[in-house]
Nanobody, 129 residues
Framework: QVQLVESGGGSVQAGGSLRLSCAAS??????????IGWFRQAPGKEREGVAA??????????RYADFVKGRFTISKAYAQNTLYLEMNSLKPEDTAVYYC??????????????????WGRGTQVTVSS
């Protein structure tokens, strides 16, 4: 069973930055074999994809939702089995619960919520104007 635990959420003012972390564990979990992503869900809205990444450690492929391109960066620390999301130039509309999720590699590694198998419980990000 794969377990994902997010951390790093909090409250910031618009224009500020946060870095989210997602620690992965579980029998047989090897980062290089998974497509891993970040998602978010604001109150009253559907869960949406933010970014996803896959790779072998030397070469990684990341994909981003248009609304975060140039502001957010997804990365992995293989030795620590940890996924990160660096968020800069935060806006009030970025306020949401942020989740990390994983699925075995295969096909296009895009942040599409419906195809991910394992989910964390989320961490709250609040951006005030």
């Amino acid at each position: 069973q794969v377990q994902l635990v997010e951390s790093g959420g909090g409250s910031v003012q618009a224009g500020g930055s946060l870095r989210l972390s997602c620690a992965a564990s579980g029998f047989g979990f090897i980062y290089t074999r998974y497509c891993i992503g970040w998602f978010r869900q604001a109150p009253g809205k559907e869960r949406e994809g933010v970014a996803a990444i896959e790779g072998d450690g030397q070469t990684n492929y990341a994909r981003y939702a248009d609304f975060v391109k140039g502001r957010f960066t997804i990365s992995k620390a293989y030795a620590q089995n940890t996924l990160y999301l660096e968020m800069n130039s935060l806006k009030p509309e970025d306020t949401a619960v942020y989740y990390c999720a994983a699925r075995p590699r295969g096909g296009d590694c895009s942040p599409s919520p419906g195809v991910f198998d394992y989910w964390g419980r989320g961490t709250q990000v609040t951006v005030s104007s």
